[in-house]
Every structure is written in structure tokens, then in C-alpha cells.
């Protein structure tokens, strides 16, 4: 089947083959972010450039990016444990291996699906490994003292129309 090539390019605000890696990654200066097992050099210093006190190998408290290299499925299971650690609309990415058959992206999504997260987001990280990004669902991220509030605030609003 020939490949189909597109009528039209891309507009310019969604052609992402032009932005360095830390740019599709979504770092932005003075982001607390924490780096777990993550060893590519070129990240790394690109990383340091941009938010100069990033934590390497610790867990911070509301950090809102958390790196964290999953090489083997058992790597995965720490995945619900890096929620306390990250703020309720930061991001954890999982940095794993392009093309591995003993971890896969569908393994991923299942360990990040059991932790309570949603995949949205996927990157080119390297040559040899991918990135995906999780998040905790918009519907779970209010926190525990806002809901009831938030329910009392929609049963009033209800009873006044």
C-alpha cells in the first residue's frame, strides 16, 4: 500500500521536529523535578541548564516532574509509590527501553493504570528508549478537603435555579 503523504504540512505550533528534548518533555525553569535512574548525558546536561537545582536520585516533596528509568518490569512497581512525592497536576515519566520484549508499552500503561495514573503523552527520548508520560486523572486531582466543599457548593447552586 503506498504511503500516504499529507496535502498540507503541519502548522508550525504542532511540528515538534524542530524542539530540543527538554522542550517536548515540558521542563520549564524553576520546576521542582527529580531525576531516578535517568542517565543520558545530553538530558542531563540540557536538564541542568534549565532548572540548575533539579534532585538526582531523591525523591522531593511536590515535585512537579519526576524522571524515573523502569529497565525491567520489576521497575515498575514503584510507580504508585512516586505519587506522595509529586504535586496533584505534575507529571511522572517513565523512561524505558524502545523495542524490549521483556518490558513493553503496554506494560507500562498497565503499571501506570494500576498506580491510579493515565498515559498522556509519548516522547522520543533517545535512540534506544521512549518516554511516557503520566498524570493523575483531572477528575482525582482536587484534593481531599475541596470535595466535599465542591459537592455542598453544587447542591446549593442546584437548589437556586
Known sequence: MPRKTPSKPRPPERD?????????????????????GVE???FLK???DRVPKYSAGRLVKDADLIFFSAEALADLSHLKSLLRSMQRNGAIWVVYP????????IDVITAGKAAGLVD?????FSATHTALRF????A???SKLSQPLLRNFHRVARARI
Open 16 to 36: 515538534y521536529s524542530h524542539r530540543l528534548l527538554i522542550d517536548k518533555l515540558g521542563v520549564k525553569p524553576e520546576q521542582r523535578v527529580v531525576v531516578l
Open 46 to 48: 540540557d536538564l541542568a
Open 140 to 142: 482525582n486531582r482536587q
Open 120 to 124: 498522556n503523552k509519548v516522547c522520543s
Open 98 to 105: 524502545k523495542g524490549q520484549k521483556h518490558i513493553r508499552e
Open 135 to 138: 498524570v493523575v486523572p483531572v
Open 40 to 42: 543520558n548525558a545530553e
